[in-house]
């Protein structure tokens, strides 16, 4: 049983580092906007045993049970790494032999890309890293089983990911995958979604913002 587990934080700590360009109101808009991209190529999934989502934020978990998915609620985040390490260890515990991360913050994301990796055959113990577009963050990661090591977000994540799979004895997959790669964090992404993301929800909320006025 393979399940595909997508965190989300409260929006009003998300994209601190867009604050050069956008209000906090206009950071929370857009991580919403990201987050209905991510659930309308959930829709279309057809690998993944379920989905779930960690959260303590009340519209998104009700947004995620209105979808029919699983519902995992934090009463406190401690950041993504533990988020995602408790959320995998309930998993784990009902069961699910294989959890998919997946951020919230993939605007160019579509279903085939994550059906994708969730068809790898991998033996078990594995863990299968997707990349970010600069090569230093893991922008996807899959364990079998889902608490094979634990999670490193953050800065240099790939590495540390690597370094933690290194320890437990498993050699980790690379895959590269161009959506997948295009997160959302520092203000030059905001240029390549404004290239690549038309027909995005948001490159819509970017639009309604004017933003491109204000990249340099």
Same mark, same amino acid.
């Given at each position: 049983? +393979?399940?595909?587990?997508?965190?989300? +934080?409260?929006?009003?700590?998300? +994209?601190?580092?867009?604050?050069?360009?956008?209000?906090? &109101?206009?950071?929370?808009?857009?991580?919403?906007?990201?987050?209905? &991209?991510?659930?309308?190529?959930?829709?279309?999934?057809? +690998?993944?045993?379920?989905?779930?989502?960690?959260?303590?934020?009340?519209?998104?978990? /009700?947004?995620?049970?209105?979808?029919?998915?699983?519902?995992?609620?934090?009463?406190?985040?401690?950041?993504?790494?533990?988020?995602?390490?408790?959320?995998?260890?309930?998993?784990?515990?009902?069961?699910?032999?294989?959890?998919?991360?997946?951020?919230? &913050?993939?605007?160019?994301?579509?279903?085939?890309?994550?059906?994708?990796?969730?068809?790898?055959?991998?033996?078990?113990?594995?863990? !299968?890293?997707?990349?970010?577009?600069?090569?230093?963050?893991?922008?996807?990661?899959?364990?079998?089983?889902?608490?094979?090591?634990?999670?490193?977000?953050? @800065?240099?994540?790939?590495?540390?990911?690597?370094?933690?799979?290194?320890?437990?004895?498993?050699?980790?997959?690379?895959?590269?995958?161009?959506? !997948?790669?295009? &997160? !959302?964090? /520092? @203000?030059?992404?905001?240029?390549?979604?404004?290239?690549?993301?038309?027909?995005?929800?948001?490159?819509?909320?970017?639009?309604?913002?004017? !933003?491109? /006025?204000?990249? @340099?």
């Amino acid at each position: 049983m +393979k399940a595909l587990l997508i965190p989300v +934080k409260d929006p009003a700590n998300a +994209k601190t580092r867009l604050a050069p360009l956008l209000s906090p &109101d206009e950071r929370q808009q857009l991580a919403w906007a990201m987050f209905e &991209d991510v659930s309308r190529a959930v829709v279309d999934l057809t +690998k993944a045993d379920c989905v779930c989502l960690v959260s303590s934020f009340a519209p998104a978990i /009700e947004h995620a049970r209105r979808l029919g998915w699983e519902a995992l609620v934090e009463t406190t985040q401690a950041g993504e790494s533990a988020s995602v390490d408790w959320a995998s260890a309930v998993l784990t515990g009902r069961g699910v032999a294989a959890v998919l991360r997946l951020p919230a &913050d993939l605007p160019l994301v579509r279903a085939a890309d994550i059906d994708a990796l969730l068809a790898i055959e991998t033996s078990d113990p594995a863990a !299968i890293l997707v990349p970010s577009r600069e090569g230093t963050g893991t922008n996807a990661i899959l364990r079998t089983p889902p608490t094979l090591f634990a999670s490193r977000f953050g @800065p240099n994540s790939l590495a540390l990911h690597r370094q933690e799979a290194a320890r437990v004895g498993v050699e980790c997959l690379i895959v590269n995958n161009e959506r !997948i790669a295009v &997160d !959302i964090d /520092e @203000p030059a992404d905001l240029q390549a979604l404004l290239e690549l993301g038309r027909g995005t929800a948001a490159y819509a909320a970017l639009a309604a913002m004017h !933003i491109l /006025e204000r990249l @340099p």
